[in-house]
């Protein structure tokens, strides 16, 4: 049984731009699954298509045996699923905690133990409580950006390639956080750039190119995969 399960999606923006020609992808609970693919593949699209931000054009996508297709953002984070976008992903001008609140807004009360679990997982974030956010790291800003979605305890994270502008020595701490979150039993659906890195780490990988499905298996065999290598990864 998938958690997520996309289904011949296409999707585009606008009225008639179709991006997406018949994407199937599955998450299934507590899987890391990354999609890796050229620029313009079509990757984000992916993303934003689960969480309503693109225009639904055919197929479908079902969460937690719940029909989500083309339900908008403001509905689907009461579903279980979180969005790290890759830009305009924190609010720059309100203090690390306040940005942590905002991510449980639709929540009566900002629950205590969702943020002590944030704290205790990015003490940077603890210890910076009512520095203003956009004076941050990028590095910390990209911490910050994932516990806001952490807030609401979700089953499957999506992260829009997370190690994107961090200096390269923060890119395999950015990992490593990323399969404590997934150990801890929350599903990844991550969209990278470092597509080595990324199908290492991974348990299953999808190549997508063009708006479609190219390959899909677990990260090692697409890495060791002479075809996948030469086309998508630069040999
Ligand atoms: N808001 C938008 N309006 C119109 N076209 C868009 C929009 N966002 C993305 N696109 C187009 O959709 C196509 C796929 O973009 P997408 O960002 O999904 O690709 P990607 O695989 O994530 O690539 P990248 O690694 O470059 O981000 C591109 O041609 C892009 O120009």
Excluded at 106 to 125: G, K, N, S, T, Y
Excluded at 156 to 177: H, N, Q, W
Aim: hydrophobic share 40%.
């Amino acid at each position: 049984m998938s958690l997520l399960a996309v289904r011949d999606l296409d999707a585009g923006y606008g009225e008639d731009l179709q991006i997406l020609h018949g994407v199937d992808i599955d998450v299934a609970d507590g899987e890391y699954v990354t999609i890796v693919g050229p620029n313009g593949a079509g990757k984000s699209t992916v993303m934003k298509s689960v969480f309503g931000l693109t225009t639904h054009m055919g197929g479908s996508v079902t969460f937690d045996d719940t029909d989500i297709t083309g339900m908008p953002p403001e509905e689907v984070i009461y579903e279980g699923l979180g969005y790290v976008p890759q830009n305009d992903n924190i609010f720059p001008t309100l203090s690390v905690r306040e940005n942590l609140e905002m991510g449980a807004y639709i929540l009566d009360d900002v629950p205590q133990d969702a943020l002590d679990a944030v704290f205790e997982r990015f003490p940077i974030l603890d210890e910076r409580q009512s520095q203003k956010a956009g004076t941050m790291s990028g590095g910390q800003q990209q911490m910050l950006a994932m516990g806001r979605a952490l807030m609401l305890d979700p089953d499957l994270l999506m992260l829009d390639e997370p190690s994107a502008g961090l200096a390269p020595d923060l890119v395999d701490d950015m990992f490593d956080r990323i399969d404590e979150i997934n150990d801890d039993g929350t599903a990844i659906l991550m969209v990278e750039q470092n597509a080595k890195e990324a199908l290492q780490r991974c348990d299953r990988g999808y190549v997508l190119a063009q708006g479609q499905n190219r390959y899909m298996d677990e990260g090692d065999v697409l890495l060791a995969d002479e075809e996948v290598r030469q086309q998508f990864l630069g040999g």
